[in-house]
């Protein structure tokens, strides 16, 4: 199979290594901002078609896209990626304490064909002080991920429980997207 992942996200370059080391990379164009959804897992489907569509539109007919794109939902409430400082400190606070739904979305597209899915789950994070907040966002680490945390880094400190698979929080469902890579390659004919 020949890869394309339409993602700049190194933390989606590492989980597809796990399962494939043979990919290539080429961000998508598209103004996420325009795209819109009912509802927060909605979103993150949508994210991923729009993406994956618009670089397997520039590919090769037997090339693979996969799209994908990750949305932390508070309550129905979408938390992106902050803004400054400010935001950050605004999207941990209202995680403190509480039980949230990260929903990836992933979109397999191969000429004009396509197949997506989301997968969810849900983390509940401990209850969090102003000074492990300042602490967090004093590292850097929240400004380049949806809910101003990454689970696989300085935020494990502040993770209870998960309740789901913890790839697909990271941004890839890597088993689940293994499956669906291997099905839709056989399924999909090459254009």
Same mark, same amino acid.
């Given at each position: 199979m020949k890869i394309v992942l339409a993602?700049?996200?190194p933390r989606r370059r590492q989980l597809l290594a796990l399962i494939t080391p043979q990919f290539r990379v080429q961000v998508s164009q598209v103004d996420e901002h325009k795209i819109q959804a009912p509802d927060p897992a909605a979103l993150a489907r949508a994210l991923a078609e729009a993406k994956a569509r618009a670089v397997a539109a520039q590919c090769a007919p037997d090339e693979i896209v996969i799209g994908s794109d990750? #949305? #932390?939902?508070c309550d129905g409430q979408v938390l992106g990626k902050p803004a400054d400082a400010a935001d950050a400190a605004r999207m941990l606070r209202l995680l403190s304490g509480r039980t949230h739904l990260v929903h990836t979305g992933v979109c397999l597209a191969r000429g004009g064909q396509s197949?997506?899915?989301v997968h969810t789950s849900q983390v509940e994070f401990y209850p969090l002080n102003e000074e492990e907040i300042a602490a967090?966002? +004093?590292t850097g680490e929240p400004f380049d991920k949806a809910g101003a945390y990454g689970i696989q $880094? $300085? +935020?494990a400190l502040f993770c209870k429980e998960i309740r789901g698979d913890f790839f697909s929080i990271m941004g890839l469902p890597v088993s689940l997207l293994a499956r669906h890579l291997r099905a839709f390659a056989t399924t999909c004919p090459k254009n």
């Open positions: 993602s700049q996200s990750t #949305v #932390v939902d197949e997506s899915f967090y966002i +004093a $880094g $300085g +935020a």
